[in-house]
């Protein structure tokens, strides 16, 4: 499967790049009228963590010149957070449709994962994510972004199935499997690293990836941008994936600082590692707003709200670092929890 890259450094002219790398390469083709359904990364109301107001637009206006009805949809990451969501991206002044799946109870199951139902709605999906870290899967892109086709609460429930890197990204590529995109275009001109994928920092990464594959595409550029651990990469070249053909060159990578924790990307070691290491989030009182939206979303119930203060039962914590992701504010954090603090 082909990859391809192109140097980008700024969000100026993203609309004749898309066209022409889809139409001299023959990504895709539409007839008029086709419905096309474009999802971005609107994980969140935070600027860096989501994706673009340019490439959004640029991506609709690509496909609307081609004849075809476009809408935008995701599942954020909490339900509160859709008004400035909205508001970040721009979603007012993108001319197409946009829309939630925030209502869990519209769903149809494929392959076990209870997926919007709406999708059915469309001839073609084009997935829109941004190059970000994440604390648990190391890397956010392609593929990660199909988990915003679950709606609602539903999503919780994975990460209590599958709380460490490895099981959840052997979920991730079932879920690869179950949906049907027909392209996935990146946008790494100013990716996050570091605390990804909600409170890191910015990096430009200087590219925009682009193939009918979201995993030959995370493959590719998890290898360009040399980053070592990659579950994704990892599960998916045991189980017989065919190396990605990259078209296009990119000058040296920048080094991207990937999320803490070494232990925690050294594969099948999940449960030793959570007994002899265990990393649970950690609460910064000054930076909280007493938003609740890590209490809503933790999906075992370990946190609560107490006058005001977020109180963490680690014995109940699974390390998923779904409250860490929610978090808008960097009021929770990954901590290396030290023995006498366990046995307190
Ligand atoms: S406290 Fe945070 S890391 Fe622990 S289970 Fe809940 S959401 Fe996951
Ligand atoms: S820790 Fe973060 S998500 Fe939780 S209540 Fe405070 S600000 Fe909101």
Request: glycine share 8%; hydrophobic share 40%.
């Amino acid at each position: 499967m082909k990859v391809f890259f192109e140097e980008k450094h700024d969000y100026s002219g993203l609309k004749n790049i898309i066209g022409d790398t889809i139409e001299k390469n023959r990504l895709l083709r539409l007839k008029n009228g086709d419905r096309v359904l474009l999802k971005p990364n609107l994980l969140t109301d935070k600027p860096l963590a989501i994706s673009k107001h340019e490439m959004i637009k640029a991506a609709a206006e690509v496909f609307i010149e081609m004849g075809a009805h476009v809408d935008i949809a995701d599942s954020p990451g909490n339900a509160d957070s859709i008004d400035g969501i909205i508001r970040v991206a721009g979603l007012d002044s993108i001319p197409a449709g946009y829309y939630f799946f925030d209502n869990e109870n519209e769903k149809k199951y494929i392959n076990g994962f209870p997926l919007a139902k709406r999708i059915e709605d469309y001839d073609v999906i084009v997935n829109l994510p941004r190059l970000k870290t994440h604390i648990l899967t190391v890397m956010t892109m392609g593929v990660k972004n199909l988990y915003g086709f679950i709606p609602g609460r539903p999503k919780k429930s994975y990460h209590v199935s599958h709380p460490d890197p490895y099981s959840f990204s052997s979920m991730l590529l079932s879920l690869y499997r179950s949906v049907k995109t027909h392209l996935t275009i990146l946008d790494g001109i100013i990716g996050m690293q570091g605390n990804g994928p909600n409170n890191g920092d910015p990096i430009e990464t200087g590219f925009i990836a682009i193939s009918k594959d979201p995993l030959a595409l995370d493959i590719a550029v998890a290898d360009y941008l040399n980053v070592k651990n990659f579950p994704l990469r990892d599960l998916s070249m045991e189980q017989g994936f065919r190396y990605p053909e990259i078209i296009g060159e990119l000058p040296p990578p920048p080094a991207i600082e990937i999320p803490s924790g070494p232990l925690l990307r050294l594969p099948h070691i999940g449960r030793l590692r959570r007994v002899a290491f265990p990393r649970k989030p950690r609460y910064n009182r000054n930076n909280c707003t007493g938003c609740r939206a890590c209490v809503l979303n933790c999906p075992t119930g370990a946190i609560s709200m107490v006058y005001g203060n977020i109180i963490i039962n680690y014995s109940r914590c699974i390390e998923c670092y779904t409250c860490i992701e929610v978090c808008n504010f960097d009021a929770l954090e990954v901590y290396n929890l030290n023995l006498k603090r366990r046995f307190v």
